[in-house]
């Protein structure tokens, strides 16, 4: 079963097109990393995975439902950037009112992480600081028990060790519950430990879309001499290549190194960072028909 | 400041716990495969004792649970552990150490080997470069490494 | 996970959200309209106890033949003077257009921020991510505070009803039954305006979903439906089954309690004349004289009025018309929401 699938999605603002003929397919049961450049489309894309966007064209299914309907909503919780909240609210009656608004609610899970977060305060959301929304945010979205989470940069507002806490609460709720995941988040060190699939976008198009698994197997990190570079082209996909002086760094889509050059395991970090220096490259799933 | 943990092992918690060296590049679930091979050499683990809960690992260093299942799968396919269905993930047997005088004989060969390099003029970073260079294709280099299959298939095979 | 009944968030439920996040509007409306009846009352009781120390007592002119002369009506100006001596004229004109724009006022001040700032402070995305629907929840919420709204609207409209009894006494120029003032100040009427005022809060906030904008629009919309409703909807709608009655020029007499919808003069069988090139000419013509002029030229004077019993219903298809164009509003905010969800 697939969490996510999209078909010719598009989204237009005024005169640019936000998203354009995305096509992307995400199974169950992984935790998924959107990355790319600001203003590629990662916020656009999960604002229509949430709901709160009606496409401009195409269509979106998560977890086999219109995105928006009862079904989608009952079972997906989404936090975005904005990290939307009552502000004007006490924090107590913020978490009541979350509380009378979804049908399945785990009070135990609010009330004991926030309690341990000293969140559980008389003052008002708005006064709390932007990690602290944040931690409440994702505790609400949480509580309400979702089978996919939709999260655009969680993490943003965060300290280190708030950062390492979420995210290791949010991985025992993936090991616990079988919770899928897709979130957008501009760190890759942090998306190496967590991410078991990846998606890329540039420009609101689908760049890169396949488990993190696959590519680094299919991928490898290639040096050796830069006049050979332009030859190696020829030989093997060739995502990027980085002369300096007699020697060439090269991120090739191989997994055996073309005689006369040294290959070592790509690391998440190469990967993706070749990926979004070269925005022609691309990984997409195979078509039904096809292989 | 040093966080003192009991010496007595409590219901459900292990005698060791996992951690991520980043710098190694070495994918993580081998890092806690080896992790658990080097404390069984140590003395750390015995057979019996119970791996740490893959909640526990997800928790504390934030990691895909995926990876730590991968990890056990791999100690479960050198049968070193087993899982228990509700329980946990249990050693079942100490991996053949070699014993200390192969060790040592070993240790003797190597040292003989440094001599020569040096004498060829190769200084101690070139020796390092030589022995991982060597180790890596012996391991069979590349992507190779990672496929749990492929890596068991090749320990077993090669020497241990 | 087993599979589990999706139910819809209750209303209940929803009450309760609201009070958590709009305690000011849901006390604050209904507190309005409440001390605006509380106020109209006391008021009431100090005239009716300063007529009655006075010995006077109050009666309805219209339709009501009585002739005492202790009553304080149109008609008696000794009565009057000294009531008026009482009663500022200025604080019942003011008072009647204050009542009148409470429906304006809870519209602009709580029903537009309400929805608006929904939208402009990002709520909507936290609400729409729950498992209540948008539409459910608008409803849900705004539903609830409009009948309340509603409800203390129509309590302010019987004291207002009881209170200009009395003090319509003191509009110079003589009130009738078929003026603004008589028409507003009455339950129904006030129900009807709140009705649309909310309607046209949500209708606003829904599509422009910025709260100082919606604001704006609203006072310039909703001041043209007061305009409006005054000027030609009056109009038409008075003249709708009026009834064609021939009077005499020069002493006419007009049916008790009636509105003259038209009046135009007419020879026998022929089209209606406009009247005032006549009543020009007519003044060329000398008084005693203009009866014959009249009858030499075969001129007859027409009036077309509505009787004092149409009244009842021409003023319950006034209201019913704003409250259509509430329903309307409603509908329409419906299904922007639904082709507009957030964006």
Redesign the interface.
Same mark, same amino acid.
């Given at each position: 079963m697939n969490v996510i699938q999209t078909d010719g999605l598009g989204q237009r603002y005024r005169q640019t097109w936000a998203l354009r003929d995305c096509r992307l397919t995400v199974p169950a049961g992984h935790?998924a990393a959107l990355v790319g450049h600001n203003g590629a489309g990662k916020t656009t894309l999960l604002?229509i995975l949430?709901?709160?966007?009606?496409p401009t064209a195409g269509t979106a299914t998560v977890l086999g439902y219109t995105p928006?309907s009862?079904?989608a909503?009952?079972a997906?919780?989404?936090v975005?950037q904005?990290v939307?909240?009552?502000?004007?609210?006490r924090v107590r009656?913020?978490v009541?009112?979350?509380r009378?608004?979804?049908?399945?609610w785990d009070t135990d899970l609010a009330v004991q992480r926030l309690s341990s977060l000293n969140l559980m305060t008389s003052g008002k959301v708005g006064k709390l600081s932007g990690g602290q929304q944040a931690q409440l945010?994702l505790t609400l979205?949480l509580a309400?028990?979702p089978?996919l989470l939709l999260l655009d940069e969680p993490l943003a507002s965060l300290d280190p060790l708030a950062r390492?806490e979420v995210?290791?609460?949010?991985?025992?709720c993936?090991?616990?519950d079988g919770l899928s995941v897709v979130f957008s988040s501009h760190v890759i060190?942090?998306l190496?430990?967590?991410?078991?699939y990846l998606v890329v976008l540039s420009q609101g198009q689908v760049q890169v879309a396949a488990t993190v698994d696959s590519l680094?197997?299919?991928h490898?990190a290639l040096t050796g001499p830069a006049a050979d570079a332009g030859q190696l082209a020829g030989q093997v996909p060739v995502i990027t290549a980085q002369r300096t002086g007699r020697q060439a760094q090269v991120l090739a889509r191989t997994?055996?190194?073309p005689p006369g050059w040294a290959?070592?395991?790509v690391?998440m970090e190469e990967l993706v960072l070749g990926y979004l220096r070269e925005p022609a490259a691309r990984v997409l799933p195979p078509l039904e028909a096809a292989r | 400041m040093v966080t003192d943990k009991p010496d007595k092992i409590e219901d459900g918690v292990s005698p060791i716990a996992f951690y %991520?060296d980043?710098g190694l590049?070495v994918?993580?679930y081998l890092q806690f495969v080896h992790q658990v091979d080097y404390a069984l050499r140590l003395g750390f683990l015995r057979a019996g004792d119970q791996l740490p809960r893959?909640?526990d690992v997800?928790?504390? %260093?934030?990691?895909?649970?995926?990876?730590v299942m991968k990890a056990y799968r791999e100690l479960e396919l050198r049968g070193i552990a087993a899982g228990r269905p509700g329980v946990g993930t249990f050693i079942t047997q100490a991996p053949a150490v070699v014993g200390l005088k192969q060790m040592a004989a070993l240790q003797k060969k190597l040292t003989t080997w440094l001599a020569e390099a040096a004498e060829n003029g190769v200084d101690e970073l070139g020796m390092k470069a030589l022995f991982t260079a060597a180790l890596r294709d012996f391991s069979g280099?590349?992507?190779?490494?990672?496929?749990p299959g492929r890596a068991g298939a090749r320990r077993e095979g090669g020497a241990a | 996970?087993t599979a589990?009944a999706?139910?819809?968030?209750s209303v209940p439920?929803?009450a309760?959200?609201t009070w958590?996040?709009h305690r000011a509007s849901v006390l604050g409306i209904p507190g309005m309209f409440l001390l605006a009846a509380a106020l109209l009352v006391l008021d009431s009781l100090l005239q009716r106890h300063w007529i009655s120390s006075h010995h006077f007592t109050y009666c309805l002119a219209y339709g009501d033949n009585s002739t005492s002369s202790r009553c304080l009506t149109q008609d008696a100006p000794y009565q009057l003077g000294v009531f008026a001596e009482f009663v500022n004229y200025w604080r019942t004109e003011g008072t009647v257009l204050a009542v009148f724009l409470l429906a304006a006022a809870a519209g602009l001040f709580a029903g537009v921020p309400w929805v608006a700032r929904e939208f402009e402070?990002?709520?909507?995305?936290?609400?729409?991510?729950?498992?209540?629907?948008p539409r459910r929840?608008l409803l849900g919420t705004f539903g609830p505070l409009t009948l309340l709204a509603a409800a203390t609207a129509v309590i302010c409209g019987v004291a207002a009803h009881w209170w200009f009894q009395v003090a319509q006494f003191r509009l110079d120029g003589g009130t009738t039954p078929w003026g603004w003032e008589s028409i507003e100040m009455t339950p129904l009427s006030m129900v009807s305006w709140t009705l649309l005022a909310m309607a046209l809060a949500l209708l606003l906030g829904v599509t422009i979903r910025r709260v100082l904008p919606a604001m704006i629009t609203f006072a310039v919309i909703f001041g043209g439906c007061l305009v409006l409703a005054r000027t030609w909807l009056s109009t038409f709608l008075f003249s709708v089954g009026d009834i064609p009655l021939r009077v005499n020029y020069v002493n006419p007499v007009y049916p008790s309690g009636s509105y003259v919808a038209q009046t135009w003069f007419a020879r026998p069988g022929g089209p209606k004349l406009s009247p005032m090139t006549l009543y020009a000419q007519l003044l060329n013509v000398p008084q005693p004289q203009q009866a014959r002029w009249l009858a030499q030229h075969h001129l007859t004077e027409w009036i077309a009025y509505q009787p004092h019993s149409h009244l009842v219903w021409l003023a319950l298809a006034r209201n019913g018309i704003l409250v259509a164009v509430a329903a309307l509003a409603v509908l329409a905010s419906v299904w922007w929401l639904r082709?507009?969800?957030?964006?």
């Open positions: 935790v604002r949430a709901g709160v966007v009606t928006g009862q079904q909503r009952d997906v919780s989404a975005d904005t939307p909240l009552y502000r004007h609210l009656d913020q009541a009112a979350a009378e608004l979804n049908d399945q945010a979205a309400r028990r089978r390492q995210l290791g609460w949010l991985m025992t993936v090991a616990e060190t942090e190496e430990r967590v991410a078991t680094l197997d299919s490898l997994d055996t190194a290959a070592r395991p690391t | %991520l980043r590049g994918p993580t893959i909640k997800t928790r504390s %260093l934030a990691v895909n649970p995926d990876t280099g590349g992507a190779a490494s990672r496929l | 996970m589990r999706i139910k819809a968030i439920r929803m309760r959200v958590y996040k402070g990002g709520g909507f995305r936290f609400t729409w991510t729950q498992s209540v629907s929840w082709k507009h969800p957030a964006e």
